[in-house]
Nanobody
Framework: VQVVESGGGLVQAGGSVRLTCVVSGIDFSGAGLRWYRQARTEERELVASVGSGGSTMAGDSVIGRVAISRDNAKNTVTLQLNNLEPEDTAVYYC?????????WGKGTLVTVSS
């Protein structure tokens, strides 16, 4: 199983970032998908999730600024985060969950400059 995130980088405050996660080796369409983030001195935080049926939810700190979507044909889940703030600086991780097992990527760093 491989979970690979991409799309991170340096972004100015007020801008947007689009992160992509490609999952291979599992039944992607049946998996629940989540994006988490972890800042250097913080706990890992749930950013957004999309279920196998397409239902979505957002974490409290990003409500109104985030969109998550999945493409089962491409085995990808995408996270769009808008109106970025320096506090959004973190490593963003993708997680796929299927049949009681979680599969994590290695993360992609998003740095927001003020």
């Amino acid at each position: 199983v491989q979970v690979v995130e991409s799309g991170g980088g340096l972004v100015q405050a007020g801008g947007s970032v689009r992160l992509t996660c490609v999952v291979s080796g599992i039944d992607f369409s049946g998996a629940g998908l989540r994006w988490y983030r972890q800042a250097r001195t913080e706990e890992r935080e749930l950013v957004a999730s999309v279920g196998s049926g397409g239902s979505t939810m957002a974490g409290d700190s990003v409500i109104g600024r985030v969109a998550i979507s999945r493409d089962n044909a491409k085995n990808t889940v995408t996270l769009q985060l808008n109106n970025l703030e320096p506090e959004d600086t973190a490593v963003y991780y993708c997680r796929a969950f299927l049949s009681g097992t979680a599969y994590w990527g290695k993360g992609t760093l998003v740095t927001v400059s003020s």
